[in-house]
RNA sequence: GUGAGUGUAGUUCAAUGGCAGAGCACUGGACUGUGGCUCCAGUAGUUGUGGGUUCGAAUCCCAUCACUCACCCCA
């Protein structure tokens, strides 16, 4: 047997209503915040990823679907969203107004990692880009657009955290006040922090180890060292949160695992989903865009992961309610020789915008009202050789047990029959 | 990439070295033109795969594959 890939999965049956639901709650979202839809390519060249996440991330270094294409480019699945939007801002030429630009995505992003609860190789984010603006209300609408769509949902488990790691120069002075708090207990660091201590410093401080953790505690907070100007945009950032009512904690040791990053970052966690408590990411990123392009551009944005988002859902019992899809109307046929005008019946009845199911496999009677049954349809049609003599559809409602007859000619309005 | 756990009918799970079974689901019937409830019957398996130990293996051992969870990391 062929099976899906590792890490893959089909959805179908109810679920896809759940994401339907969820789906359509983004789109509703980024209209009343104004973010305009973009599609992007679920591919890109290599280099775009390469330079844009880091070459020293995780993501980049072990996790990405990278393969080469027959002009012997080196192409790799989107491993998230945000590189593949910038460059698409650039070659549209989207800075060419100076205006900002608000735009959201949705879609597969694609990582070679173990699967787990709540982690998928093939996995769908939304997510929401504002480029233009070094503001901190910027910084502030896109974590609202996080937090409050969330609280919309129904998600009580959600929480906000936040932290600065700075601009260029202030995030250069942390990193090297914490190396010189780091170093005398250098031996006592795991041997990944150990690693990271040259590569990745800032990383340490997210260390779950537990020797690891006992060390940064101590260490130097990253908001002591901000300068100036990042120090007084944090504190703008959280002020408009204040304003908008948003809880949140400030975390100094959150800092995220991709490189462009600067100033603002933040998480929206819960505690509900195993050990993959973060359903939203993300922050400012003022020199991303410039990697690119012949100038710094500033912009911040998020991505919400939608498989964890439905998992905690459903964590949380807010599809409990929800149904399976149902046909409005079931025809029975009580004998082969009225199949035709079944037929008849059933397209002047979807003609008038109904759903409607009728037996295709030449069941007997009974088995077709245990099909109406177990569809949960409320109501259903009972057409046999009388009917036709009479001229009358029987009429069943299946919830109320009722019956009745009704003269065919009331089939063009059927709206007015239905109980 | 590392570690642990689990693989038996469509599904959920029994059977602890001695005849592979049950609930649910499915199909049919009781009720020949009426679903759900009840009762009856039926279909359902190379016990993930390959090897080994044994008179005998679903059960013990080895390998392999798959799934799950966790680590790393991330949405």
Redesign the pocket.
């Known amino acids: 047997m062929i099976?899906?890939?590792?890490?893959t999965?089909d959805i179908f049956g109810i679920e896809t209503k759940k994401w339907r639901y969820v789906e359509q709650k983004i789109i509703e979202y980024a209209r009343k915040y104004n973010y305009g839809e973009i599609r992007i390519p679920t591919f890109e060249r290599t280099q775009l990823y390469l330079r844009g996440i880091g070459g020293e991330?995780?993501?980049v270094n072990?996790?990405m679907y990278t393969f080469t294409d027959k002009g012997g480019r080196s192409i790799t699945l989107r491993p998230?969203g945000t590189a593949g939007v910038v460059r698409a801002y650039i070659e549209n030429k989207m800075y060419a107004d100076k205006s900002l630009k608000k735009l959201f995505y949705m879609g597969s992003?694609y990582?070679q990692?173990?699967?787990?609860?709540?982690?998928?190789?093939e996995?769908r984010?939304f997510g929401i880009e504002n480029i233009g603006s070094k503001e901190p209300l910027a910084d502030a609408e896109v974590i609202s657009f996080a937090y409050n769509l969330y609280k919309e949902l129904g998600l009580k488990s959600i929480k906000v955290e936040i932290n600065s790691i700075g601009c260029r120069t202030c995030r250069k002075n942390y990193i090297r006040a914490l190396k010189d708090y780091l170093k005398p207990h250098y031996e006592m660091l795991c041997d990944?922090?150990k690693r990271?201590f040259d590569t990745n410093t800032l990383?340490i401080l997210?260390?779950?180890?537990p020797g690891c953790k006992k060390i940064t505690e101590k260490a130097p907070s990253t908001t002591e060292y901000l300068c100036d100007d990042c120090k007084e945009h944090f504190n703008e950032v959280l002020h408009y949160l204040d304003v908008r009512k948003i809880p949140y904690s400030v975390n100094n040791r959150l800092v995220?695992?991709?490189d462009y990053y600067t100033r603002t970052v933040f998480?929206?966690t819960t505690d509900r989903?195993?050990?993959?408590?973060?359903?939203?990411?993300?922050g400012r990123y003022d020199y991303l865009i410039g990697m690119f392009h012949s100038e710094d551009i500033p912009a911040v944005g998020f991505?919400?992961?939608?498989?964890?988002?439905i998992l905690l859902m459903e964590e949380e019992g807010l599809f409990d309610a929800m149904d399976e899809e149902k046909p409005d109307i079931f025809i029975?046929a009580?004998?082969n020789d009225v199949r035709d005008y079944v037929i008849k019946i059933a397209e002047s009845l979807r003609e008038q915008g109904f759903s409607v199911e009728t037996d295709l496999s030449m069941?007997?009677?009974?088995?077709q009202?245990?099909?109406?049954?177990?569809l949960?349809?409320d109501n259903?049609l009972?057409?046999?050789?009388?009917?036709i003599d009479k001229g009358v559809l029987?009429y069943?409602?299946?919830?109320k047990?009722s019956?009745k007859e009704i003269d065919i000619k009331e089939l063009e309005n059927f709206k007015k029959i239905l109980e």
């Open positions: 099976r899906a890939i590792k890490g999965r991330t995780d993501i072990k996790e998230e992003m990582r990692e173990r699967p787990q609860k709540g982690r998928y190789r996995f984010q990944n922090c990271r990383r997210d260390c779950k180890n995220r695992g991709l998480e929206v989903l195993g050990s993959q408590n973060a359903v939203a990411a993300g991505a919400g992961g939608m498989d964890r988002l029975v009580v004998s069941s007997s009677m009974k088995s009202m245990r099909r109406a049954g177990k949960n349809v259903v009972i057409i046999g050789p009388d009917e029987t069943k409602n299946m919830k047990h019956q």
